[in-house]
């Protein structure tokens, strides 16, 4: 029953963050009309960040400490690389379609989970993954008279689907880290390593702000904080390719936002697309997963 409750418990989180992550898209949406750089952008995102944690720190209302300090310094590269590709790909190429391709990351999650975790895959997270990744495939793809791989996988595309990639390793490093480390030190790690990767490329640049831009990038700040915690405590109490499928509801929020706010394409693949997510989500939250041995565990 306490195993329900906490998978329930990380559940609710991962929703909560991916509604919060649709703001954060928003907002980068808006910086980049605003004439803000994703590197800038990116920037912003960490230092507020690391702002927000070091104000709860001296206030008493939690403890920094660090333990697990290499793993936590992967997640913060792999991490920190993911988010300034995300933030150049929904600038790029749209909220909707920039977030949907930037969220094929449960597969290498759950792949890289298999392997390092020693979690395996059940027939409903497999079945889950295969209908929501398909899902994506068609929420991405042009309302053309074929599926044409060149006209969905441009090269902002493509950068899109590697920085999946590396959300798929800094996913399966936050499940690992959090037999060591809490929520606040995982996310400080991707915070101030970000800062520092995103700070050569801000520095070359030559920029001036008004009220409306800052405010874009503080809303960016402290939205991305709060999601980010949302969803690195989900992970917490739920596998994660469960939990990386719950947060595949993220592009579906985004698309819908794209199309309502920034008047994005909206076709009938895009619509069974998103109705396959969403199925797939639910199928996941309402049965139980058994689990099957699909690959050979390899030992730590």
């Not at 998978?7 to 980049?32: D, E, P, R, Y």
């Not at 702002?51 to 936590?72: C, E, I, P, Q, Y």
């Not at 405010?215 to 915690?229: E, R, Y």
Request: hydrophobic share 55%; aromatic share 12%; charged share 15%.
């Amino acid at each position: 029953m306490a195993r329900e409750d906490n998978q329930n418990k990380g559940a609710v989180l991962i929703i909560s963050a991916c509604i919060v992550f649709c703001s954060t898209g928003i907002l980068i949406k808006m910086g980049h009309q605003a004439g803000i750089s994703p590197a800038m952008m990116a920037f912003g995102r960490f230092i507020v960040g690391l702002l927000l944690l070091l104000t709860g720190s001296f206030a008493g209302f939690f403890r920094l400490r660090f333990n697990d300090k290499w793993r936590l310094f992967g997640r913060g590269f792999f991490g920190g690389i993911a988010i300034f590709i995300a933030f150049l790909s929904i600038s790029r190429i749209g909220l909707g379609k920039g977030t949907i391709l930037m969220f094929t990351y449960p597969i290498y999650a759950a792949v890289f989970s298999s392997i390092f975790l020693k979690e395996r895959f059940g027939v409903i997270s497999i079945t889950g993954i295969i209908v929501a990744m398909f899902g994506v495939f068609l929420m991405a793809a042009e309302d053309t008279q074929g599926i044409k791989l060149k006209e969905v996988f441009g090269p902002y595309e493509l950068a899109a689907v590697f920085g999946a990639v590396l959300s798929g390793a800094a996913v399966t490093l936050i499940r690992k880290l959090h037999d060591t480390d809490d929520s606040y030190a995982i996310y400080f790690s991707q915070c101030f390593i970000g800062l520092w990767m995103m700070a050569i490329p801000v520095w070359l640049q030559s920029f001036s702000f008004g009220a409306s831009q800052i405010g874009i990038l503080l809303g960016i700040g402290v939205s991305a904080t709060g999601g980010q915690l949302l969803m690195t405590q989900g992970f917490k109490y739920v596998p994660v390719r469960t939990g990386s499928l719950l947060a595949m509801l993220d592009p579906v929020f985004a698309y819908s936002a794209g199309i309502l706010l920034f008047g994005e394409s909206l076709n009938l693949r895009a619509m069974i697309g998103t109705g396959l997510v969403l199925s797939a989500c639910v199928i996941v939250l309402a049965l139980r997963d058994r689990p099957v041995r699909i690959a050979r565990q390899i030992p730590e």
